[in-house]
T-cell receptor
Framework: NAGVTQTPKFQVLKTGQSMTLQCAQDMNHNSMYWYRQDPGMGLRLIYYSASEGTTDKGEVPNGYNVSRLNKREFSLRLESAAPSQTSVYFCASSEAGTVTRETQYFGPGTRLLVL | AQSVTQLDSQVPVFEEAPVELRCNYS??????LFWYVQYPNQGLQLLLKYLSGSTLVESINGFEAEFNKSQTSFHLRKPSVHISDTAEYFC????????????FGTGTRLLVSP
């Protein structure tokens, strides 16, 4: 199993450009998440999808949109990139269902630089 | 609202010395607590978690954490660290709402030197 995969690994954008970050998991997990990691701020939740067909805003959703394409894939879109969106983006997934089985598994991250 | 405080942004320590990484949380309901580790240029990996039961939880690589409800703390400890433990460590809290929504602390960078 590959676990959680993310593409691309690294991207440079100019202000105003758009792009989509891709995430896929092969663990048959129900829930998927997008986080951003900034120095000194830990990880902050952008959007999440509790189950296929649903998405909800997290702590910092402004400037982003998401699509839960199917059970495996959860994409994050920046419509008009801004320098404040320079960050490392992590996708995660979890089985959901019972608290004892619940662990989030993280992808390797996408480093985004907006000039 | 939940929150997590990791007061130490960086902890330098010599190899084979003991270490404690501090974590305090605030929440109005019962919580579940986690420590994640992030090695350089990698994603986060679960190190250990407290859900219920024994307040002392252990990981397979020698770390342990103790849930202290009265102190609202979940400090991470290891009696003897290795160079390979150099990483960033994140404490997180979650309320169970049918799925897991984590709130992370700002992280503590553990630097182990020979």
């Amino acid at each position: 199993n590959a676990g959680v995969t993310q593409t691309p690994k690294f991207q440079v954008l100019k202000t105003g450009q758009s792009m989509t970050l891709q995430c896929a998991q092969d663990m048959n997990h129900n829930s998927m998440y997008w986080y951003r990691q900034d120095p000194g701020m830990g990880l902050r939740l952008i959007y999440y999808s509790a189950s296929e067909g649903t998405t909800d805003k997290g702590e910092v959703p402004n400037g982003y949109n998401v699509s839960r394409l199917n059970k495996r894939e959860f994409s994050l879109r920046l419509e008009s990139a801004a320098p404040s969106q320079t960050s490392v983006y992590f996708c995660a997934s979890s089985e959901a269902g019972t608290v004892t089985r619940e662990t989030q598994y993280f992808g390797p991250g996408t480093r985004l630089l907006v000039l | 609202a939940q929150s997590v405080t990791q007061l130490d942004s960086q902890v330098p320590v010599f190899e084979e010395a003991p270490v404690e990484l501090r974590c305090n949380y605030s929440s109005s309901v019962s919580v579940y607590l986690f420590w994640y580790v992030q090695y350089p240029n990698q994603g986060l990996q679960l190190l250990l978690k407290y859900l219920s039961g024994s307040t002392l939880v252990e990981s397979i690589n020698g770390f342990e954490a103790e849930f202290n409800k009265s102190q609202t703390s979940f400090h991470l400890r290891k009696p003897s660290v290795h160079i390979s433990d150099t990483a960033e460590y994140f404490c997180a809290v979650s309320e169970w709402t049918g799925f897991q929504k984590l709130v992370f602390g700002t992280g503590t960078r553990l630097l182990v030197s020979p």
